[in-house]
Structure formats: structure tokens, C-alpha cells
């Protein structure tokens, strides 16, 4: 082994000048490594094979490889001394010559000189790293131009992007709930509005199309068209005016009749498509669809009688069905002579030449809105059913009229009036009548104030007679004031209001046959007045239609119907359309107090205000009231009965309402009475 070192040292010397030569090379950033290196070639300064050229058994023996390729003997490793003091010396065994110290010296200089090389290598990498990576976030953070435009902005307006994204929100949010609100105004009124008489498509229609007939349920004609084109009404004028304000008139001048209300169907729009085509091929003039309406002319002809002189209005329905069979408004018109109430001039208007007749046009059984009066004492009467336990077993007292102060409002408990001193006082100085609120409908009759004495405020019982100790039946059936007055105050206006809800006050009503306007409870704050709106007074107003929809639905178990006066239509060609399904409108009280109410009505006839209005085969249930209109003591009250039969072979209900005539009982009750008879004559 060492004669071959010995032999080959001018190899090894060559061997280790390649080493330096490939590291200089290597850290030459200026020299690319030449074709076929790698860099681990260049590192060593020399290729794989050159480290074994000629065969690694023609210079080194097997173990001798590693140590020989440094030039150190392989008896160093055989030592104890360490590693890297045997690699740079030469074996103690061997007599060292200058030429191999020489040799040995210049592999060390060259070991370490790449070494060296290899720290300024990793430092150079190190700072360029540093350098690039400072770069890349300097560039990073470097704003663009686009950031710094965008940076003013939020500088200069803080926050928009995100006001803009409520904005955005908002005006989204907005027009969806647009968009639903107009969805449900042309479902629920747009058939309202296209009949309206005004629509210009209904008068162009009018002159292309002959209308359909408007026929009772008997297929009586009410209305039809001539052969010159011309709208007739029925031949006798006593049926025709009695009908008038259901049948209504051709030039839209009232607008409830069904001449406006059904004349989507009169003038053809809602026939099917099978009668548009048959219509149009048959080249003849195009007709609309026949009406069939649910009253009874003979009926309703009898009903308008019973009124004799007084205006009002009354409705007559099933109460199983909903059906219209009879409805009144008086005055009445003649839908043939309408130019007597065609608006007038000024003068006429100044001179009051036509201040009956407009009122005429008025159909008061949907449009008149009147102070209820005691009637109202059924709605008070339930919400104290519902509400306030055992009041049907309790005790009142009723020996004067409530005292409350003129000024606050205020009930004084411990003031009492006598009956003989408030009937000595009762034609003191009334107090002064309340304006009307001004509305677009007629408010025919606004409730009168409480009366006065001296600085109180009084809630009487009629003509100040009292009844003394009595019950909630006899209260009732007796229509006591001063009773109902303090069941008021104990059940409060909230509950008065919410049972008053229940039976469809303050709701608009939004039937597919007629057109009612709203009955309306003004919530209270006094405690005068809450006392004097359970009684039926302070600002409460109902329509004749909406009384009899609560009389009819105490009569079906507490469950009220929609009211029908569509019975059925006939197409162009005659055939007879199918009947309408009766409708329910709501439930408004459990059948519990339903029954209840139906044993008070039943003995206010019997025994109580209402008697005028029993009937010898058939149990009559009612209410009677006397709404105050004024203070005035010359000025009648208005008369009011509502009422059922109770027997299911005529399910008949009634509401009848005389402008000014007194006494409920002496005055509604009989004409309820009377068309009662003749309803049942006629087999209804």
C-alpha cells in the first residue's frame, strides 16, 4: 500500500489540484458548468470516474480507498488519535519525506480554502435571499394606483363601500316589498276596480256589447236591454224602486248596485272560451252573461212597504247560506228617471233644489254608517260571557244614573243621583252634539255626548226609568244602561274592543259580492266613555248589512257567513251556470256563547223590549236599541231591532234601522215582525 502511494504521488498531487481547481470553478458566478457536469462533478473538481479511473483495484486495496483519495495513510485509521489529526498528518510508521509533507501541507491549504469558500458561498445566498425577500415585500407593500385611488375614497367618504351595500340592500328589500304589495292589490281589488263605473274599458264596452239581464232568484227580470239598445227596468215601478239600490242604475251613479258590480259578467269578460269563439263565428251581436241575484223581489217589494215614511234601510239573510233575500234602503230611486239626480248646477245646489234626491243614491244597508245604540249591548254582553266568570249568575243594582266628573272623565263611586232627582234634572241644558268626523262615506247618524247636570257627566237608562236590583238576564232583556255601563268599565275597553273585532269591526270587507263599508269602534280612554260606548253609544258606528251578519251568525252557532247576493249566471246561449257554495267569514264566538246570547235574545222578545217582534208559530231571538243621536230631547232617537228565527226550517235573520223613529221596540221590532211573516208565507 505505501509503495503504491509512494509510485503514485504525482497522482494524488494531480488529484487534489483538480479539487481546488472544481471549487474555484464552482463559486465562479461569472462560468457556467460545462456540458455533461453536475454540480456535485464541480464541488469535487472531479467526475465519479475519474476517482476510480484505471480500475480501483490497479492503485488502492479495498480498504485503503477512502484514505488514500486524501492522501493519508491507511495505518492512521489504525491509531487512537482522532480522526482529523491523522488526516492532516502523515503515519508515525512512515519516515515522511519534505516532497509528501509539502504534498500534504498544500491538500490542507486547498481543504481549507474550500471551506472557506463554502461559508462566503452560503453567506452570498444568505444576503441575496435577504435582498429579494425584502424586495418582494416592499413590492408587496408598495400601493398600486388602483389602492391609492382607493385609499383616498375611503379616506374621503369613510365607510361607502359599505353604505352602499346597505343602499343596496335597502332599495332591494324596498322594491320586493313593492312588488308584493302590487301583487296583492290587483288580487284582492283588482276586480273591484275593473268595475269600477269610471273604467273607460266598461263604457267602450257598453257600446260593442248588449248586456246581460239582471234576474231575482225567482228569474223575475229586473233589468234588460231593448231592441234599440236602450237599459229597461222592471214595468212596475214599485218593484223597480224597491230593488233599485240592489239592482243599481245604468250610469254608474251608485256604485253598489249590480249594474257596476257585476258588470265584468254582464258585458261578457268573464265568459268562457268556448262562448267566445261560438259568439264570434255565429257573426251576430256579442252579449254578455245573464245575472241571477239571491233576493226575492215580492219580498223585498213587501220589506220596502213596511217602512212607510221613515228612511233607513233593512237586510234579510239565511243565516245558513249567507243569502241576501231581501234588502232596503230608503229613500229609494227610480233607475229609470235618472236625470232627477244627475249632479246639479250651482244654483240649484245654493237653492237646495236637490238635497233629497242625491241622498236617494245612497244605499244605506251597505253605505250608512249609524250609532249602534243598545244593539251594541250584544257584542258587550259576549266579550262579558267570555270573560268574566259567573256573570250570568251575579246581582246589579240600578237605582240612578252613573256619576262621572264633567271634566276628567272620571267615575265617582260614592256620588248618587236619585231616579225622582234625575228625572227632575234630566231637561237641564243638554250638552253640546259632537262634530261628525269628516269621511268620504256618509256618516249618517254620529252618537250623541252624555248628559249633563251641573259639572257631571251622566250615563242614564231611557226616559231616567230604573230598574232596581236585577240580574244579567233581566239587564239585558231590559236593555239597561246604567247596568251595562258598569259591566263596561269592569271588562275595559280593551276587551269591549277585541270581542267587537272578533264579530269584524274595523276590518274592511272584502266580500266577492258586495261592496260594505266598515263598522268602526273607536277605542275609549275615559272611563265615561267607556261606559257609554258599552251601552252602544260614544263613537261607534255599524252598517244595517254588518248587524244582521252578527245577528245571523249568533243564530249559526257563533259562525258568520259572507253575504251572497250572486245566486248564479246564464251564458249567452241560455245555459244556466252552476250555484255558488255558501262562504264562511268567520267564527266570532264559541257555540257556548252563542247559546248563551241566543237565551237572552230569545227572552228580550219574550218578556223584554223586543216583544213586538214575536210571532205565534216561531221563536223570534232580537235585540232592540234606541241610539241617541243628539242632545237635543226634540230629536228621536234611532230605531234599531236585530233578530233571528231561531227554528232551522226558516233560518232567517233580520236588522232593521228607522232614521229617527223613537223607540226600537215600538218601531223596528213590527216591521221585523211583519217581513218575518211574510218571508215564511213565501217558504223561506
Not at 243599481?248 to 261578457?268: I, K, M, P, V, W
Not at 235573520?653 to 228607522?658: G, S
Amino acid at each position: 500500500m505505501r509503495r503504491k502511494m509512494d509510485n503514485n504521488k504525482d497522482n494524488n498531487r494531480s488529484e487534489i489540484d483538480d479539487i481546488d481547481f472544481g471549487i474555484d470553478r464552482y463559486f465562479d458566478e461569472d462560468e457556467e458548468l460545462e456540458d455533461g457536469e453536475s454540480s456535485s462533478d464541480a464541488i469535487y473538481g472531479c467526475a465519479p470516474e475519474t476517482l476510480y479511473e484505471g480500475g480501483e483495484s490497479e492503485y488502492y486495496e479495498e480498504d485503503d480507498v477512502t484514505d488514500e483519495a486524501y492522501g493519508v495513510s491507511y495505518g492512521a485509521y489504525e491509531t487512537d488519535e482522532p480522526v482529523s489529526e491523522a488526516r492532516y498528518n502523515i503515519e508515525r510508521e512512515q519516515a515522511p519525506s519534505a516532497d509528501n509533507t509539502a504534498d500534504i501541507a498544500d491538500g490542507q491549504y486547498h481543504y481549507t480554502e474550500r471551506g472557506t469558500s463554502v461559508q462566503k458561498r452560503n453567506k452570498r445566498e444568505t444576503a441575496q435571499v435577504k435582498r429579494k425577500s425584502s424586495a418582494d415585500n416592499a413590492r408587496e407593500q408598495a400601493p398600486s394606483a388602483d389602492d391609492s385611488a382607493k385609499a383616498r375614497r375611503e379616506r374621503q367618504w369613510p365607510g361607502l363601500r359599505s353604505n352602499l351595500r346597505v343602499m343596496l340592500v335597502l332599495f332591494t328589500t324596498m322594491f320586493a316589498v313593492l312588488l308584493v304589495y302590487f301583487v296583492y292589490s290587483v288580487t284582492t281589488f283588482g276586480g273591484r276596480w275593473f268595475n269600477n263605473p269610471y273604467n273607460p274599458r266598461i263604457q267602450s264596452e257598453k257600446d260593442r256589447v248588449v248586456p246581460g239581464n239582471i234576474l231575482d232568484r225567482n228569474q223575475v227580470v229586473l233589468a234588460s236591454t231593448d231592441s234599440d239598445g236602450e237599459r229597461v227596468y222592471n214595468d212596475d215601478r214599485h218593484v223597480r224602486t224597491s230593488v233599485s239600490h240592489v239592482v243599481g242604475d245604468n250610469y254608474g251613479l251608485t256604485t253598489t248596485g249590480a249594474e257596476s258590480f257585476f258588470s265584468r259578467t254582464l258585458l261578457g269578460f268573464d265568459a268562457g272560451l268556448f262562448e267566445r269563439v261560438y259568439s264570434a263565428a255565429s257573426g251576430g251581436e256579442a252579449r254578455g252573461e245573464s245575472v241571477v241575484l239571491t233576493i226575492d223581489a215580492e219580498l223585498t217589494a213587501y220589506a220596502s212597504d213596511a217602512f212607510r215614511d221613515y228612511r233607513g234601510a233593512l237586510v234579510l239573510m239565511n243565516y245558513e247560506t249567507g243569502e241576501v233575500l231581501a234588502m232596503v234602503s230608503h229613500p229609494e230611486f227610480d233607475p229609470e228617471n235618472m236625470d232627477a239626480y244627475r249632479p246639479k248646477s250651482d244654483s240649484e245646489k245654493r237653492s237646495g233644489e236637490s238635497e233629497g234626491e242625491t241622498s236617494a243614491l245612497v244605499n244605506r244597508a251597505l253605505m250608512g254608517r249609524y250609532t249602534p245604540g243598545s244593539i251594541f249591548k250584544v257584542i258587550t254582553a259576549a266579550a262579558a260571557l267570555n270573560s268574566l266568570a259567573g256573570i250570568d249568575e251575579r246581582e246589579f243594582e240600578c237605582d240612578g244614573p252613573l256619576a262621572f266628573d264633567g271634566e276628567s272623565g272620571v267615575f265617582l263611586e260614592n256620588v248618587h243621583i236619585s231616579p225622582e232627582e234625575d228625572k227632575k234634572n234630566r231637561n237641564a241644558t243638554p250638552s253640546p252634539r259632537p262634530s261628525p268626523t269628516p269621511s268620504e262615506t256618509p256618516v249618517i247618524a254620529p252618537g250623541s255626548s252624555p248628559d249633563i247636570m251641573e259639572n257631571l257627566l251622566l250615563v242614564r237608562d231611557n226616559d231616567s226609568d230604573y230598574h232596581g236590583d236585577l240580574d244579567f238576564e233581566e239587564a239585558f232583556t231590559a236593555s239597561c244602561n246604567v247596568t251595562f255601563g258598569r259591566i263596561g268599565m269592569e271588562l275595559g275597553a280593551a276587551r269591549i274592543s277585541s270581542m267587537a273585532q272578533s264579530f269584524g269591526f274595523g276590518e274592511d270587507f272584502l266580500f266577492s259580492d258586495l261592496i260594505l263599508y266598515p263598522s268602526n269602534y273607536e277605542l275609549p280612554q275615559r272611563a265615561i266613555d267607556v261606559a257609554w260606548s258599552a251601552a252602544g253609544q260614544y263613537r261607534t258606528t255599524v252598517t244595517p248589512m254588518h248587524m244582521c251578519m252578527i245577528a245571523a251568525g249568533i243564530a249559526n252557532k257563533g259562525v258568520m257567513m259572507e253575504p251572497r247576493m250572486l245566486y248564479g249566471t246564464i251564458s249567452s246561449r241560455e245555459f244556466v251556470q252552476g250555484q255558488r257554495r255558501p262562504s264562511i267569514y268567520k267564527r266570532a264566538i264559541t257555540e257556548t256563547v252563542a247559546t248563551k246570547l241566543t237565551a237572552l235574545m230569545k227572552k228580550t222578545v219574550e218578556s223584554g223590549t223586543g216583544a213586538r217582534a214575536a210571532l205565534s208559530n216561531w221563536t223570534v231571538c232580537g235585540k232592540t236599541g234606541s241610539a241617541q243621536i243628539s242632545s237635543d230631547r226634540e230629536v228621536n232617537s234611532h230605531a234599531w231591532f236585530i233578530g233571528f228565527i231561531e227554528e232551522e226550517e226558516h233560518p232567517l235573520a233580520i236588522a232593521v234601522v228607522l232614521e229617527k223613529a223613537g223607540s226600537g221596540g215600538r218601531m223596528a221590532a213590527p216591521v221585523a215582525k211583519e217581513v218575518f211573516e211574510r218571508a215564511i208565507r213565501l217558504g223561506y
